[in-house]
């Protein structure tokens, strides 16, 4: 069975300190992997998609990027964080070329102070 | 660009309806419904591809209009576990799988 892990679950950060968050998917191969931010009022917004290694879409300018560097692996990073960054970040994956189920991982909520 | 849902929330009683609304200014590849409960992960409902269906889960049905570009999700005789946020996911089609949904619709169904 397909599983999905993402990391860490908590974290408070002051402004101006990198991040990284990742995530990885086990059981499945060349998945779509989708990193959405949820904030007060916005819903789920969508911020990077990839469809594969190496392969990054960015839908929100802003200080946040992503990456794959491997085909199960996704990486949410910001080198400057900003207060308006704090939210609940989920990772997310479905099958490739499937215009299938997201599966959601547990969400890391960042606290930007 | 993002689908709007209307309402924005609801309150019910148990045993009540509901209808949610999904609209979109672009061509729909397929119509996604996810729910959330507080601190959690999404968890799917169902999806509903280009063609006009509808489909059934339990007491929660959707409908999705290609023409009108619009979905509407359907709860009757609600229970006390339907309350959470609701979301639509919408897709345009092409090669690029982008999932984005619109800004959640809160259901609160009370005894």
């Known amino acids: 069975s397909q599983t999905i892990h993402q990391w860490p679950a908590t974290l408070v950060q002051p402004v101006g300190s990198p991040l990284s968050l990742e995530c990885t998917v086990e059981?499945?191969?060349?998945?779509?992997l989708y990193w959405y931010r949820q904030a007060a009022g916005r819903g789920l917004q969508l911020l990077f998609y990839s469809v594969g290694i190496g392969q990054i879409s960015s839908e929100v300018p802003q200080n946040l990027s992503a990456s794959r560097p491997q085909d199960r692996q996704f990486i949410l990073s910001s080198k400057k964080l900003l207060l308006s960054d704090s939210g609940f970040y989920l990772c997310a994956w479905r099958r490739r070329g499937q215009t299938g189920e997201l599966f959601f991982g547990e969400g890391s909520r960042l606290t930007v102070l | 660009q993002q689908p709007v849902q209307s309402p924005q929330a609801v309150i019910l009683r148990e045993g009540e309806d509901a209808v949610i609304n999904c609209s979109s200014s672009?061509?729909?590849?397929?119509v996604h419904w996810y729910r959330q409960k507080h601190g959690e992960a999404p968890v799917f409902l169902m999806i509903l591809l280009k063609g006009g269906e509808q489909k059934g889960h339990d007491k929660i049905s959707a409908s999705f209009n290609e023409k009108k570009q619009q979905s509407s999700l359907y709860l009757t005789a609600s229970q006390l576990s339907y309350s959470g946020t609701y979301f639509c996911?919408?897709?345009?089609?092409?090669?690029?799988?982008?999932?984005?949904f619109g800004k959640g619709t809160l259901l609160t169904v009370n005894p």
């Open positions: 996911g919408t897709e345009g089609g092409g090669s690029n799988y982008k999932l984005t």
């Open positions: 672009k061509a729909l590849y397929s």
């Open positions: 059981g499945t191969s060349n998945p779509n």
